[in-house]
């Protein structure tokens, strides 16, 4: 009658590197959770005091274009291109996700939310690199 909780258990995960909707959902929930801090610092220090709901708005565009084009920086995303350009491309395609939010969200010009996407950028960074320094991952 009884069913052993083995049984019943769903995997989360497909092997040892994950895979599924579970692992998508949990990505994009720390990347849009990455880029709103790192964009609330930047806002803070370039705006001054602001709500942080705006950040965790404007955090979704650039998350959604990240994850969504994550691939390219890989070396068989596309053959006879250079990965580091792929790389730049994404970037650049981040950043301008990036100022269209910013520029809808804070309800500033393109002139004047550019500074604030670079300080952004920066931060997210530097905060990156020392993340991914602490948790081994370079």
């Known amino acids: 009658m009884l069913q052993s909780a083995s049984a019943l258990a769903l995997p989360l995960q497909t092997d040892a590197t994950g895979g599924g909707l579970l692992a998508l959902v949990v990505t994009f929930l720390l990347t849009t959770l990455f880029y709103a801090v790192t964009l609330h610092l930047a806002a803070t220090f370039f705006i001054g005091d602001v709500p942080s709901q705006r950040a965790a708005y404007a955090a979704v565009p650039p998350?959604?274009?990240s994850i969504l084009l994550q691939q390219y920086g890989r070396t068989d995303a596309a053959a006879g291109l250079d990965p580091s350009l792929l790389v730049g491309l994404v970037v650049v395609a981040t950043l301008v996700a990036d100022l269209l939010a910013v520029s809808f969200v804070y309800r500033l010009k393109f002139r004047s939310a550019a500074p604030l996407v670079l300080l952004?950028?920066?931060?997210?960074?530097?905060l990156g690199v020392a993340i991914g320094n602490i948790l081994g991952v370079f």
């Open 63 to 65: 998350a959604i274009v």
């Open 120 to 126: 952004h950028f920066g931060i997210a960074a530097i």
